[in-house]
């Protein structure tokens, strides 16, 4: 009140507003909080290190190790090639062969775990569940799972890239239908069509685009886990890199290293060119 009686006497002037001298980014509370975030991160890390218990005598030749290392791959062995070629094009097979199971299965878990379309909350939570599952473990630890259920050989293999690829497609597929246009939806219901008719007409086509790139981009992630899937027996160009490792030769370790790394950027460019033609 005695303000406001103030600023009536002085002809209802708005009170000046006093400027610092010096421009800062940022308030004393905000370089605080900063500051107490970067020696919570260097705790963190302090604390991790300590715990691993590392030798760190092993650091002191490791440039040594290193350099030894490369001098015996080099120069590598070209006339190994032709005996990587089925391994590898086998490893593309896995991926594949995962990636279109993974794509087969996660439209249903898709449907179940996103909220306008699963039929309660059992289903959601059931749908929900799955993505959980299989994404929780690693595409290795599937491969050893079905290794030790259908044996060595790449059909463990697809079976393990596909268990791990269902997760992550039917979660970005979910999300997409949660935010389908409602207005198509209605339109069609008031047809009188059934559901699995409103998830084909009003509901697919919104989400095709979706579906697409997110099951390319698994492709090429599946392509580069396929490649480590062999050290546990579940097929593919890693049995051959886990033997020639084994054997020390590693002037064929080489070959098979840029075999891989070969095929992971064409498979990395072809995703990306698709993925550009959709979006």
């Not at 084909?200 to 697409?212: D, K, R, S, T, Y």
């Amino acid at each position: 009140m005695k303000a406001n009686a103030n600023q009536r006497r002085d002809g209802g002037a708005q009170p000046k507003r006093i400027y610092p001298d010096q421009w800062e980014r940022h308030t004393p509370r905000e370089r605080l909080t900063q500051w107490l975030w970067l020696l919570g991160g260097a705790f963190a890390a302090v604390w991790s290190v300590s715990a691993l218990d590392i030798e760190w005598a092993f650091f002191a030749d490791a440039h040594e190790q290193a350099a030894d290392l490369i001098q015996r791959m080099w120069p590598p062995r070209w006339s190994y090639l032709p005996v990587v070629v089925r391994p590898l094009i086998e490893t593309i097979h896995i991926a594949t062969l995962g990636t279109m199971i993974s794509i087969v299965l996660a439209l249903p878990v898709a449907f179940l775990a996103a909220r306008n379309t699963t039929l309660n909350q059992g289903t959601w939570l059931l749908g929900r569940a799955i993505l959980v599952l299989s994404r929780s473990i690693n595409t290795v630890i599937w491969g050893l799972l079905f290794v030790a259920i259908f044996g060595p050989g790449p059909v463990a293999g697809i079976c393990a890239v596909a268990a791990r690829s269902v997760g992550f497609i039917a979660k970005l597929v979910a999300e997409a239908i949660e935010e389908v246009e409602a207005g198509q939806i209605e339109a069609v219901e008031a047809t009188g069509a059934g559901t699995f008719q409103i998830y084909g007409i009003a509901i697919l086509p919104q989400i095709l685009p979706v579906l697409i790139g997110t099951s390319i981009y698994r492709w090429d992630i599946n392509v580069r886990e396929s490649s480590v899937l062999g050290f546990v027996g579940a097929g593919g160009i890693g049995l051959l890199l886990y033997a020639s490792i084994n054997q020390f030769a590693w002037s064929q370790v080489l070959v098979i290293l840029i075999a891989i790394l070969a095929i992971i950027i064409i498979s990395e460019a072809l995703s990306a060119y698709v993925r550009s033609r959709i979006t």
